[in-house]
Every structure is written in C-alpha cells, then in structure tokens.
C-alpha cells in the first residue's frame, strides 16, 4: 500500500486510447488514492497522427480529465537519448511542485522506469490488469461507426497527418549485354511496363528492388545500379494530396522469367529508342531516361 506522506504522484503514458481501458485505471487510480496530488504526463511524438500515435494532447487530456479532474495534466515530449528526455521531465516537475513538496514517479514494468535516469524516485507497481493499447487500436481500425463525431474524427486525423510523397522502386530487367529488356504487362492493360511496386517499412530501395524483381518476375538481380528519381503522375493518386515518387534501378539476373503478383505477361523487347511506344504513360519518361542513361555510359 503507499504511504500518504507522498505529496506528488507522477505517472507517465501515452494512453493512445478511445477510452482508458482497465489497466490504466488500475495504475491511475492506485496511485490518486495513496498520494496528495496526482500529476499525469502524457508522452508526445514528434509524429502526429500516426498509427502507434494517432491523439494528439488535447484528445488524451480530455479523456483523462473526465476520470481525474482533479489531477494536473501536462505533455512531455519525447527526445533523441533518455536521458535528455529525463533531465526535461525533472525540469517540468520542478516547475509544478512546491519548494518543501516531495515526488514520487510510479510506472508498471513495461512503463518508462527503465529509461529514467532523473533525480526522482522511482516505484513499480505491479500490474494486476492487462490490455493491449496496440490491440485496442488495431480493432477500432477493423470496423466503422455511423456518427458524426466519428466522421469528424476520421477527416481530422488525414487532415494532420504530414503529406506524403509515397515511395516506390523500378525495376529494369536486362539481358547480359543489354540488348533487351524485360517488361511486365497487367492484365487489363494493353502496354507494358517496368517491374516495381511500394518501398516497403524498413527496406531499402535495394532491397525493394531485388523483393519485387523476385515477386513480379520471379528473377534474382545481380549487378544492380541507380538511374534516379521520378514523378509519377499516377491517375490513382489524381485529386490527392499524396503523390508517388519512385527510384529508377537497372540490372542483369538470373533465373527463368515468370509472371507473378499482378503481373499477368512477360515479354522481351529490343532496347533500342522507339521502345517507349510500348510502354504505359507513367513509365515512358523512365524508359527514353534509361536509354539516355545506357548512352552514356
């Protein structure tokens, strides 16, 4: 049980949550009962409205506040080293407390107690109620709702999230001389087309290149070389804010071409200019810079 001689009780959250679930009003209300004042801080990223981050300040507030009233509720922003992100979150409890008031923080064992390194002490409390903040949002995102408040909620979070572009990766497929070069055609488009797709999370452009040359083609590449950056003006993204920017790479492989993903035929072609004629619109100005490119080389 805590001792009521605690003047401040400081906890510590993002609580990215629609509504606080059991184990933060567990942690929340162990700590507003043993304590004279409780202090809550709410943890902020430097990414608003991202998908581990979606509420900013205000939305936590608010829905602490309803529980609490009459707890202080302030944000701390996250920093680059823990211990920069300490030495601001004494200097802000140092700024609510009175001159002889003591301080106590309190955290569960997955909470910010490992990463404090301040002058406070520090009490762990033991979790007696569990819930999944990242479960919770992940079943929000599998349903809509029918209100206008929910409607609203929808348009503000797109409206503050940061503008793209969207990042993608092509892919020119050669033989070992370069002579011809390999190109994929959709199944409801008449032209062909680079292989490529999406940068994926945590991949890099090489990476991207040799997973979709595998995925579309079913190639491995060797010898793999940049061109450079393009804008495509893609019809999807037309009346969008986001647009798509994508890094042109060629290379050999290896391997017996075969269609896959939304591939749907393969075909060589002589890599001489006039090849464009057969290339969709978005990939043409890739295809006459490429053949610049090998022109000069």
Request: proline content about 3%; glycine content about 6%; aromatic content about 12%.
């Amino acid at each position: 049980m805590l001792k009521k001689q605690i003047d401040n009780g400081v906890i510590i959250g993002r609580f990215q949550v629609d509504t606080l679930h059991e184990g933060h009003k567990a942690l929340l209300d162990s700590v507003a009962d043993s304590v004279g004042r409780l202090i809550i801080f709410v943890g902020l990223s430097p990414n608003k409205c991202t998908k581990n981050n979606p509420l900013d300040f205000m939305s936590v507030r608010s829905m602490l506040q309803e529980h609490y009233p009459d707890a202080v509720i302030q944000y701390i922003k996250d920093t680059q080293s823990n211990k920069q992100w300490s030495e601001v979150l004494d200097s802000q409890i140092e700024a609510l407390i009175g001159p002889r008031q003591n301080v106590m923080l309190f955290g569960s064992r997955d909470s910010f107690i490992p990463y404090y390194s301040g002058k406070y002490p520090v009490e762990e409390l033991v979790q007696q109620s569990f819930a999944s903040g990242s479960q919770i949002r992940r079943d929000l995102a599998a349903r809509s709702r029918n209100s206008r408040d929910w409607r609203a909620g929808v348009i503000w979070a797109m409206q503050n999230q940061w503008d793209g572009p969207e990042v993608c990766i092509d892919s020119a497929l050669f033989n070992d001389d370069f002579t011809r070069i390999l190109l994929g055609r959709k199944k409801d488009e008449t032209l062909f087309r680079l292989i490529g797709g999406f940068v994926e999370n945590k991949e890099t452009f090489e990476t991207a290149v040799a997973r979709e040359s595998m995925e579309e083609a079913n190639v491995v590449v060797k010898n793999t070389k940049y061109v450079g950056s393009f804008f495509i003006d893609d019809w999807r993204k037309r009346g969008e804010v986001d647009k798509i920017t994508t890094a042109l790479y060629y290379s050999t492989f290896e391997g017996k071409p075969t269609p896959g993903d939304d591939i749907y035929e393969l075909r060589w072609f002589d890599f001489e200019y006039g090849i464009e004629e057969f290339v969709v619109l978005n990939h043409k100005e890739m295809i006459i810079a490429l053949l610049k490119h090998l022109d000069n080389e």
